[in-house]
């Protein structure tokens, strides 16, 4: 029987950084709200309503909050590895069963999420319908948030040696990173080479991952510095340079901040550390609460899955007006806008209707337990586990690279051309959404099968 969101606040320690769960599904809830928002949906397919009032794209500098989920992970990520270290035997690795205990619950939401809405798509195009504008821009549409997925999955898998890293070489560390992502970018923009901005989908997030680890140490003391030079960079950058205004990726843009990411998004991302770690203390205090803090650890059990159909969700409402003959107004029209509470609060409650039905996936403990991560795997107190040798380690990382990889591919393919063999270039490499499934569902399963099945409690 799994434990219930207000057995799991009674559970929390005194000691433990609530906070922390804030700011990770404050962020999640900004993204899904964004997305709502920003789709512009009409007869002739769905746009992008930043694009159409470009005057809104400053709005990102504040609500492209992507860099504290990873921030966020960071954080707990650090904890939980050391916490793993602790409890193991000191001549065995725990990169599998920390690999394994990560990974769990955020791979089965969203891998039953990507099979199931491969199977709608491949019956729909099996009916002849999967050619239509709507349609077609829906298949491919509602993958594409899994590109977070992929990338966070990269940030598991580095954090032993980056922490590390970070461990030796404190702030150095994050500096060698964000170096390494601005050398991309003379390369990219001064020198003209090719291919070499791709390497700045690793360096940027990294480097917003590697605060995290910065924070577990108590080691961002002067938030107000970090902030006011990161927003001072980011300022100085796209007035003086390549970069576009809007901190997301516009349709049509030849340069995004985004895809791949750029110093410009990193500097986003050190001043909206700065600023939320600002707010901790206040915040803090609010969360001794116990209403409020239930309604966080509530919230963080269902987080994933909540993301994860949130476009579903959106689609599902307009699909709705088109069922019911209802017109669709231009975006951006005063109707459109009349109509932005209506559809956001219908789409809230088709979301919870998902939450409702695939929140099994994102299953919280079986017992009260106070980990890092709200809802990890639960094992005895007292257990000590690694692999054996080297073999499950590797296995770890043979499993997780096949899982982002796939996730990745799968987030540029969309589930619109299933039946016709619709590649996308991964990596200079070409690769179909079958494909990219296989390789996710290959990847989850050698992850699985890489450590003991009793794993240890990641505790902070």
């Known amino acids: 029987m799994t434990a219930s969101a207000r057995d799991l606040a009674l559970a929390t320690p005194p000691g433990r950084d609530r906070y922390v769960d804030l700011l990770r599904v404050a962020s999640l809830g900004a993204v899904i709200g964004g997305h709502w928002l920003m789709a512009a949906v009409s007869g002739d397919g769905i746009g992008n309503l930043l694009a159409l009032l470009p005057g809104l794209q400053v709005l990102t500098w504040g609500l492209q909050v992507m860099p504290v989920f990873f921030f966020v992970g960071g954080f707990s990520h650090a904890l939980s590895y050391r916490s793993l270290a602790r409890r193991s035997d000191p001549e065995a690795s725990v990169y599998a069963p920390f690999l394994r205990a990560r990974l769990r619950r955020l791979l089965r939401p969203t891998l039953v999420f990507v099979l199931v809405w491969a199977a709608a798509a491949l019956a729909v195009q099996l009916a002849g319908h999967g050619g239509g504008r709507l349609t077609g821009a829906a298949l491919r549409m509602v993958t594409q948030p899994l590109w977070f997925i992929g990338i966070y999955l990269a940030m598991v898998a580095f954090t032993p040696p980056l922490l590390k890293l970070h461990e030796r070489h404190g702030w150095a560390a994050f500096a060698a990173l964000a170096g390494a992502a601005a050398l991309v970018d003379v390369l990219r923009f001064a020198l003209g080479v090719p291919y070499v901005e791709s390497l700045n989908f690793a360096l940027v997030w990294l480097a917003v991952h590697q605060l995290g680890f910065l924070r577990a140490d108590g080691r961002i003391r002067r938030p107000a510095l970090l902030a006011a030079a990161g927003l ?10 390549p970069y576009p205004l809007s901190m997301v990726g516009m349709p049509g843009e030849k340069v995004s901040n985004m895809a791949p990411p750029t110093l410009a998004l990193l500097a986003h991302g050190m001043w909206l550390v700065g600023a939320v770690q600002l707010l901790a203390r206040p915040a803090a205090r609010r969360l001794e609460r116990p209403r409020v ?3 966080v650890v509530a919230a963080n059990g269902v987080a994933m899955t909540a993301f ?3 476009l579903t ?3 599902g409402v307009y699909g709705a007006q088109l069922a019911l ?3 669709l107004p231009a975006p951006a029209s005063a109707a459109w806008w009349a109509q932005v509470p209506v559809r956001i609060l219908a789409a809230i409650a088709l979301t919870a209707g998902f939450v409702a039905l695939f929140r099994r996936f994102e299953a919280a403990p079986t017992a009260p337990t106070a980990p890092t991560d709200l809802a990890a795997p639960p094992a005895p107190a007292d257990s000590r586990t690694g692999t054996a040798g080297g073999a499950g380690g590797l296995v770890a990382a043979l499993g997780i690279a096949l899982s982002l990889l ?3 591919g799968l987030s540029m393919t969309g589930l619109g051309g299933l039946l016709d063999g619709h590649s996308a270039t991964l990596i200079a490499f070409p690769v179909t959404a079958p494909v990219a499934i296989g390789m996710a569902l290959a990847g989850a399963l050698l992850v699985e099968r890489s450590a003991p099945a009793r794993s240890v409690r990641l505790g902070s």
């Open 406 to 408: 796939g996730i990745l």
């Open 232 to 241: 001072a960079g980011a300022v100085l950058l796209v007035a003086y340079g």
């Open 308 to 310: 994860l159909w949130h």
């Open 293 to 295: 803090w239930r309604g």
């Open 313 to 315: 969700a959106m689609l």
């Open 325 to 327: 003959g209802l017109d």
